[in-house]
């Protein structure tokens, strides 16, 4: 959502470089998944080891992409800030 200019979270609060430091540590969670996956290797069947890294996959791709989103969410506030030129109403888009 926008709020005078600035891309907020669901909370209303404008992301910043703690959002973006969150989003990078949720992202490091998938080299967590992965070696979970390692481990359980011996007791999986071969389409079981194919599902579960198939869904390593996606969730991967989830976390980077909402991650992308924070960093450009973060440069698109930079920029509002940097320019000093806000929306004059509290709307939200």
């Known amino acids: 959502m926008v709020i005078n200019g600035y891309k907020c979270d669901d909370k209303g609060s404008r992301i910043d470089r703690f959002h973006l430091e ?32 198939d869904g390593l996959h996606i969730f991967a791709e989830m976390r980077f992409e909402s991650l992308w989103e924070t960093f450009e969410s973060l440069l698109h506030n930079m920029r509002v800030d940097k320019s000093g030129i806000h929306e004059p109403t509290a709307g939200i888009e």
């Open 22 to 53: 969150q989003a990078i540590m949720e992202a490091w969670q998938t080299s967590t998944d992965i070696k979970m996956v390692y481990q359980s290797l011996d007791g999986m069947s071969d389409d079981q080891v194919m599902g579960a890294v």
